[in-house]
């Protein structure tokens, strides 16, 4: 299955409940500012933020031809349109090499998941790779990290649980540098986006590599759970304003009906998407590519 397949099989509960609903929209007698309202509504049970869904609302506005707000794909195509451009609103930076992904988020999203699942998808482009075991926290964390290392066949620095996480990435930055390494991706213990502690840490963090490894390209990516919808968002950009974010890791797809909470991060914040995980299996990463999310979402 080719990756707009697995995509559109992940969105599949987010187009239905869009679809569906779009369908019982255009078979109404209605027009004017009470279409335009229902659409709306549509727009925000798909979890699209209200700025943004008010947004893309009056866009339809502007461009519709009267005559046709009853074409269904007219409108559609539109609406496909005015979302794309929206997610394009935040460029998608290139990655270039050597570099150093730091993976942020809350607990549960599936950082280590994706961890294996980057550096698979690295490999697999030639790049060597070393992984940073920065969780110290969680019991076991580098053990997780350690099977997912090896299923990659990649390096792994680790230090023993309870040890400084800025510890871990100083080590894993000069290992790297010594062995000109083409991709350090170093995974962090799930904090709350409320403690304002544990955010301090990952200031930290941020720090080394900055200090230690300026001649790398450092990226800074929220994984966030696309189940959570809208509390995403709010996740967003708490870990934004402590790291700077470059961009967002997507998991868990295939278990929403709400994926329209993408248009927020991108419209709201202008933070990408730059990958999205489409399955279980260790290749089931890829980049995020708006044209397709559209397609698969409207």
């Avoid at 995509?7 to 187009?15: H, S, Y």
């Avoid at 349109?81 to 930076?93: F, T």
């Avoid at 540098?177 to 799930?190: C, E, H, Q, R, S």
Wanted: one cysteine or more; charged letters at 30%.
């Amino acid at each position: 299955m080719g990756l707009f397949g697995k995509l559109f099989a992940a969105l599949k509960k987010t187009k239905d409940n869009v679809a569906t609903k779009l369908r019982m929209l255009f078979s109404k007698n209605k027009l004017g500012d009470e279409f335009y309202d229902e659409l709306e509504e549509i727009l925000i049970g798909a979890d699209v933020s209200v700025t943004m869904a008010e947004e893309v609302v009056e866009q339809v506005k502007a461009e519709a031809i009267d005559g046709r707000i009853k074409d269904g794909d007219f409108v559609t195509d539109l609406l496909k349109d005015i979302m794309q451009d929206i997610l394009d609103e935040a460029p998608m930076p290139e990655i270039n090499y050597p570099c150093v992904i730091m993976l942020v988020g809350v607990n549960g999203v599936g950082k280590t998941t994706t961890i294996g699942k980057l550096a698979h998808y690295f490999t697999a482009k030639k790049k060597s790779v070393t992984v940073a075991a920065a969780d110290t926290f969680r019991a076991a964390a580098s053990d997780q990290l350690s099977v997912w290392a090896d299923r990659a066949k990649v390096r792994i620095v680790k230090h023993e649980e309870g040890s400084d996480p800025s510890a871990v990435v100083y080590d894993a930055v000069s290992s790297a540098k010594a062995k000109k390494t083409d991709v350090v991706i170093i995974d962090t213990a799930g904090r709350l986006h409320v403690k304002d502690n544990l955010m301090n840490e990952l200031k930290k963090m941020n720090r080394v590599v900055e200090r230690e490894y300026p001649e790398a390209s450092f990226y800074k990516f929220l994984v966030l759970d696309a189940t959570t919808g809208q509390n995403a968002v709010s996740q967003a950009r708490a870990f934004d304003g402590a790291v700077d974010l470059d961009g967002i890791v997507l998991t868990k797809l295939d278990g929403t009906a709400k994926g329209g909470f993408v248009i927020s991060l991108c419209g709201d914040l202008h933070i990408p998407v730059i990958f999205v995980g489409t399955g279980e299996k260790m290749e089931d990463i890829a980049l995020f590519n708006s044209e397709e999310f559209v397609e698969a979402i409207l």
